[in-house]
Nanobody
Framework: QVQLVESGGGFVQAGGSLTLSCAAS????????MGWFRQAPGKEREFVAT????????YYSDSVKGRSTISRDIAKNTVYLQMNSLKPEDTAMYYC????????????????????WGQGTQVTVSS
């Protein structure tokens, strides 16, 4: 069973940057597509970004496209989400998720498709 631990959240002023990390353990990292999701208080969880197991396919939500970069380091079993030009509406708990994918090499934007989730890291952006 894969375990995911997020880090890198914090408090930042609007316009600032953060890089979130998600370290995976107890699994073969390269067999999993990875995703980032977020949930703000009183709102539903929403997709942020995803990367295929090989790292060659990426997809972003419209809300972060152009401001964020998802990447993965196979050697470190870690996926990253770099976020720039942060806005107050980016304030949320950010979750990392892993989807077992041995064959398709695809990415996944729907949370229900993911098999494992981390505990989340809080991002707060002040105006």
């Amino acid at each position: 069973q894969v375990q995911l631990v997020e880090s890198g959240g914090g408090f930042v002023q609007a316009g600032g940057s953060l890089t979130l990390s998600c370290a995976a353990s107890r699994g073969t990292f390269s067999n999993y597509a990875m995703g980032w999701f977020r949930q703000a208080p009183g709102k539903e969880r929403e997709f942020v970004a995803t990367i295929s197991r090989s790292g060659n396919r990426l997809y972003y939500s419209d809300s972060v496209k152009g401001r964020s970069t998802i990447s993965r380091d196979i050697a470190k079993n870690t996926v990253y989400l770099q976020m720039n030009s942060l806005k107050p509406e980016d304030t949320a708990m950010y979750y990392c998720a892993a989807k077992r994918d041995l064959y398709s090499g695809d990415y996944y934007t729907v949370g229900a498709n993911y098999d494992y989730w981390g505990q989340g890291t809080q991002v707060t952006v002040s105006s």
